[in-house]
């Protein structure tokens, strides 16, 4: 189990700095599909790098057309779908906001787990889900009260992205293909459907120097490392458990938000009381952690 802990610290770590990199990204005048295809372009050539120094990239030669299906259907939701949907709510939404909402995710990945794997759904996970999603309400304070007909268009987009995260980090559990080789399929799918699009959209474009260290960030720091961290984290805990550390992430990406965007007000007294109420689930879930009463499997 320390050893889901720490890979869901890698990811936590590196998710929080995702909501500052693509505001920064989509500021620069490109829009979703641009900055997933650029950030794919980074995340693909690294994961293939990597599978080729560990020698992981020779597990390909045992996989049958199935299991690339099955693969590459794993990955929609969690890479293509999530991604897409998050850029285009993160266009219309403050940073923040948007990350934030998106963060209905690891709620719908312990209900996922409940219907797809049979994890048991108790009554301390359920208590613990809820306070640390009302610590994320808190965070979001009277933002996510006075919405427009724009701002429910980019919160319709960042629930649907929440969905479709959910349900990828579910089926990462239940397919039990070789992580790092996954996320290279996952992410060399996604490169080559926003390749399409784009060209379809008015062609690709090259980024200047600073704009590819923006891309290559948040293609290899926000996508291919913390994805398969997390997915990593799943296979050794309970989904639960982990699934409820992330709600630490949408504190930090305010603190990173606040330091590189240079939103001055968005460290505030909502987001220091949201931060407790968040940190109290955690401590709900994990208290007496041996003593389980429901026994579950770590």
């Known amino acids: 189990m320390k050893k889901a802990y720490f890979f869901a610290v890698v990811s936590i770590f590196f998710w929080s700095t995702m909501a500052t990199a693509a505001k920064l990204l989509l500021n620069s005048g490109y829009n979703g599909f641009g900055v997933l295809w650029a950030s794919m372009l980074f995340a693909g050539v ?80 359920g208590v613990a889900i809820a306070v640390s999603f009302l610590g994320v309400g808190i965070v979001a304070g009277k933002d996510i009260a006075s919405f427009n007909h724009n701002t429910l268009l980019g919160l319709g987009y960042c629930l649907l992205g929440a969905v479709s995260y959910g349900l990828f980090t579910v089926l990462n559990k239940k397919f ?24 379809i959209n008015g062609g690709l474009f090259v980024p200047s120097l600073t704009e590819a260290i923006g891309f290559a960030w948040n293609g290899i720091f926000t996508v291919a490392v913390p994805c398969t961290a997390w997915a990593l984290a799943l296979d050794s805990g309970n989904t639960a458990k982990i699934s409820n550390l992330a709600y630490i992430t949408p504190f930090l990406s305010l603190v990173w938000s606040w330091l590189i965007l240079g939103d001055k007000g968005i460290i505030n007294s909502n987001s220091i009381i949201g931060l407790c109420v968040i940190v109290s689930g955690i401590f709900i879930q994990l208290i007496k952690f041996k003593k389980h009463e429901d026994k579950e499997k770590i």
């Open 46 to 125: 690294f994961l293939v790098l990597v599978n080729v120094f560990n020698g992981k990239i020779n597990l390909i030669k045992g996989y049958k057309l199935k299991d690339f299906l099955i693969s590459v259907l794993i990955g929609l939701p969690g890479i293509f779908i999530y991604n897409s949907l998050y850029y285009l709510g993160a266009d219309i939404l403050p940073a923040s906001q948007a990350f934030i909402v998106n963060y209905m995710w690891p709620i719908m990945s312990v209900v996922f787990a409940c219907v797809i794997l049979k994890e048991k759904m108790s009554f301390k996970k």
């Open 176 to 199: 039990h293909y070789d992580k790092l080789v996954s996320m290279m399929i996952n992410c060399l799918v996604t490169l080559g459907l926003t390749t399409v699009i784009n060209l």
